[in-house]
Each structure stands twice: as C-alpha cells, then as structure tokens.
C-alpha cells in the first residue's frame, strides 16, 4: 500500500505520537475518494449556504403571473412548484436548515456519546457494564422511530428534532469511543498522569482524547451522513421545518404529486441530498482507509 | 448451548422492558400534555377533562405504566383514539403487510450481499471489486426516500412508465394479490441492505482467505472455487449474520420512510399517521413491536453465528 510511505518517516511511535489527526489528513488527502468527496460536499454545502442569499424571488411567496406546476421559462428558470413558488428560489434556500440541523444533531451526539465512552472505558467495573448496557437499549429504536414517538407528543418542534437525533447519535458514538480508548487507558502516560494525580476529566479530555482522535473523526464523518439522511427524511415526512418555509426534504413531499408534469421540484433536492450524503460518505471512508493504513504501519514498525 | 442462548433471551427481554420504559416516558416527562397537543388550544376545559379521563392521564404515572405493560403482556393494547378500534385490531393487517415486505427484501438481499462479498473477496483488488466497493460505499450512503423517489422516477413516472409508483390496495386482500405493486419498494430495501451485508462480508472473507486452514486446503489442490464456498465463506459468515440482523432491525426504520414514498399500507405509514393524528397508543405500540423486532433478529443472529460457526457449536455444548 502506498500508505506505508508516509508512515515510514514517522519517529518511535510507542509513546505519544504528535499531532495523530494532522497525520490523519494528510494520508487520507492522498486518497482520490477523499479528493472527490470532499469537492461534492464543498459543492452542496456552498450552494446551501450562498445560495439563499442569491434567490431570484421570495422562495415563500408565489410568482406572479405563474401557475402552479408552471414549466421552465426566462421567468422562472426551473418553473414553479405546486403553490406557484420559483422552484430555483426555493432550492437554494432549502439546503441551509437540513446541513444546520443535521450539523447541530451530529455535534450533540458526539459530545454525549465521547464523554460517556471514555468514562465507561476509563472507569471500567459496575459504571462502565451500566452506561454501555442502557447505550445498547438506546440502540433498540432506529433513529427516525425515536423522533417519531417524540414528535407524537410535542409535535414537530425543531429542537426536538435535533434532541431526538443527537440522542439516538450519543449510543453509536459511545461505543466507538469506549472501543477505541479502552486499550488507551492502560498505557504508561495514563498511569504516569495518574500518578502525577491529575483531576479525572483532565486525565480524560487532555490525555486519552488526544490518541482516539482518527476513529472518532471516522465516526463523526459517519454519523453527519447517517443524520442528513434522517434529518432529511423526518421533513420529507413532515416532522421537520413545517410550510411555507424552504426545506428540501418538505421539497420532496409537498411537490411528489406534480413529478410527471415538472419534475424540478423534486429532482433538485433529491440530487442534492444523494451528493451530499455520497460527499460525507466518501470523505469518511478516504479518512477511515487512512487511519487502518497508519495503523498497519504503526504495528509494522514495532 | 442452550445456557447461552438462555442468557441472551433474558438480556433481550431486560432491553425490551427497558425500551417500554423509554416510550413510555418519552409521552409522559415531555413538556405539554398530551389532552391538550390532541385538542388543541382552543379546547374547554370539560373535553380536556374527559379526555384525560379516557387517556388515563388523570391517574398516577405508575398506574398508567403499570396498565399499558400488563396490557400489551396478555395482547391487550389498548384502543386507537382515531377510530376508537382495539390497538391490535388496527396493527394486525398492517403488519401482515410489512412484514411480507422485509421479509421479501431479506431473502432477496442477504444471499445477494454475501454473494457479491465473497467474489469480491476471491477477486481482490479486481476491476469487479473495485466496481463494487465503489457501488456500495455510494448506496449505502443514499437515504431510503432518496433511492424511492429516484426508482420512481425512472420506472414508474418519467423515464419509463413500466412499474406503479404508489400502492393501491384493498383492505384485507393480501400484499401477494399485487407482486408488480412490491418491486419498487422492495427495490429500495434490497439497496438499503445489500452494500453493508456485502461489505462485511467482503471483508471477513479477505481475513479467512488469508488464514492457515485455507492455505492448507490449497496446498491439498482443492479448486479455489471449492476452497471459497466450502472452507472460507461458512467460516465467514458469523460476522456478517451479525451486521445483517442488526440491518434488517434498522429496516424497520427504512420502512417507515419506504412506505410512505410508496403509500404501501403497513406498519409503517401507520406509524407516520398516527404521529400526525397524536393516536398515542397506536404510536407505542408500533415502536415497542419494532423494538421487539431488534430483539428478535439479534438473537435469530446470535443463534445462527453458533450454528455456522465449528468451533462455538462446540464449546458451547
């Protein structure tokens, strides 16, 4: 593999390495995968994120002089949608609040899921079977069925939303951490900070954290494509941004029944969810390759 | 053996009982009430009254608990609060019909992943592999409504007009009466499944290949062929019967979004409905069933990795 090149000129790496996720990078940019899925991304997030404040009309008020389901013209570049609403307006505005939710939801989970990891994987015993056990239970829903129950009782609230998916994110991430960091644990300098007696959360955060740092970027790649897909999904079902805001999963839904008259509605945020759920998905894997070839290296040239 | 299995029942059964916890508490400590999110602002106070009334909610939250559990534990589930019928009674077509759907999209998906992993596997690093990684790195990473509306497009709508796009059905004539209505939505599932199961299987099969016992069955002169299907795939497949239960679980969620692209009248767009109509005990009891289907699977999953194993089948004995 043309990995083992790059870990060659890495010094003794029994003991701390420095900087892991600067080494992560730039193995992983030597990857076509991530070349290309990092372009899709950028792509998709720029247009999500320029694009609303470039819109040739209101995205939420009619065209006038248009039908609804109109076809493509110099008025409306890519027609209207079912309420007579400028297609091309509503698609870059509606990219923004599926990458914020998605993002908010992603970050949430992460945080729970590597502060309860590494505390289950660091206090080992009784805490440690308790917290992984109720992560496993969390496990028993699927992400949208969770957010489901909860939006039957609140309703579709937004920050409910992100609580369910940040929730149903935190077990996914927990073991990921626990996995990688309980072999971290045993090592010397734990033992050495330990001796030193430095606080539990510093022993935690400033010297465990640091040497888990690839698989937990791997996971988060995972997780943030796993989340645009059931953040997505939630307001193609209507749970998510409610009418008349600019959402492209609401997009899909509220103009599915016009696809054979104008299928711009919904080709545009179909395109762009797959793009950007490929992009992640992508990048992800150029940096999960890369971090198994650092690995190999590393056990190579003990 | 047995001893084994018996112990992941019991830790099976402790995660359902804890998962009802959840759902239960999932309605009860969210802010609002549920009387009130069901009416409406504008409710008097005598409808909230009666409602709550009729909801249980005038009782203490144990009871409440306590009479959903014992309910659902002697088939019990209350009524819907849409159109007053038992629980059950309301579920038992839907499921029928979704579970036909999943288990349509297993037998379809599980052999197909395996056998797309393990020539993966045999051609490593050829342009077949490569293709398939490629492939499904890509699909697995599509949302389910995405990969719908896509095959939508292209069979049933504006490519091609061959395959319907929605479910029409009769109620109480089965899924079966309607096979061309199934290839869409079944479609969608095969790909949601297909990439993980090949992808592990790939992977563990790569690990096999490679392993002394495989050697040794080369250097007797078996064909490579019989060496692949007969030495290393069972050796295999413990791992990926793992990962596929625990996909074929999370299909249940896949399902929800895949029935209400397709209007296909299952469990699932029974979920998304009764979540827009508030039928709280409907809700519930789709979520504890779909709980219970991870239980399941995982420990159908559990089972089969002793069975293909050698060497678990007999040390556990």
Known sequence: MTDAVVVESVPDLDERPIRPSRLLFSTAWRQHRTKIGLGITLLIVGIAVIGQLYTPYPPDQGVENLFPFAQPSSDAWLGTDALGRDVLSRFLAGGVSVLVLAGLSTAIGMVLGVAVGLTAAYSRGKLDDVLMRSMDVLLSLPQIVFALVLAATVGPELWLLVLAVGLTTMPRAARVTRGASVEVVEKDFVRAAEAIGLPRRRILFSEVLPNITSPLIVETSLRMTFNVAVVAGLSFLGFGLQPPAADWGLMINENRNGLTIQPWPVLLPVLAIALLTIGTSLVGDGISRAAIGIERGRSASE | ?317
Do not use: C
């Open chain 2, 1 to 317: 053996m047995t001893g084994f299995i018996i112990r992941r029942l019991l830790l099976g059964l402790v995660t359902l009982w804890i998962t009802s916890l959840i759902i239960f508490a999932a309605t009860q400590a969210l802010p609002g009430d549920a009387a009130r999110s069901i009416l409406g602002r504008s409710a008097t106070p005598e409808s909230l009254a009666a409602l709550r009334q009729q909801l249980g909610l005038d009782k203490s939250v144990f009871t409440q608990y306590w009479e959903w559990i014992s309910g659902v534990l002697t088939g019990d589930m209350g009524a819907s609060l849409v159109n007053s019928l038992p629980v059950t009674e309301v579920l038992s077509d839907r499921l029928v019909y979704s579970l036909f759907l999943m288990l349509l999209a297993a037998a379809i998906s599980v052999p197909l992943g395996i056998y797309l992993g393990a020539a993966s596997a045999r051609r490593r690093d050829s342009a077949f592999d490569q293709t398939t990684s490629v492939a499904t790195l890509g699909l697995a990473a599509l949302p389910e409504f995405v990969v719908g509306i896509t095959l939508v497009v292209v069979f049933a709508t504006n490519v091609f007009t061959w395959l319907p796009g929605v479910a029409v059905t009769e109620p109480g004539v089965g899924p079966w009466h309607y096979p061309k209505q199934l290839i869409l939505p079944v479609a969608v599932l095969v790909i949601a499944v297909v990439p993980y199961t090949a992808r592990i299987m790939r992977a563990s099969t790569v690990e096999i290949l490679e392993s002394d016992f495989v050697e040794m069955a080369r250097l007797k002169g078996l064909p490579e062929q019989r060496v692949l299907w007969r030495h290393a795939v069972p050796n295999a497949l413990a791992p990926t019967f793992q990962v596929t239960a625990l996909n074929l679980a999370y299909l249940a969620g896949g399902i929800v979004v895949v029935e209400a692209v397709f209007n296909y009248p299952g469990v699932g767009l029974l979920l998304v409905d009764s979540v827009r109509s508030r039928d709280m005990p409907v809700v519930q009891a789709i979520a504890l069933l779909i709980a219970a289907l991870y239980v399941v699977l995982n420990l159908l999953a559990d089972v089969a990795t002793i069975l293909v194993s050698p060497r678990l089948r007999t040390s556990l004995e």
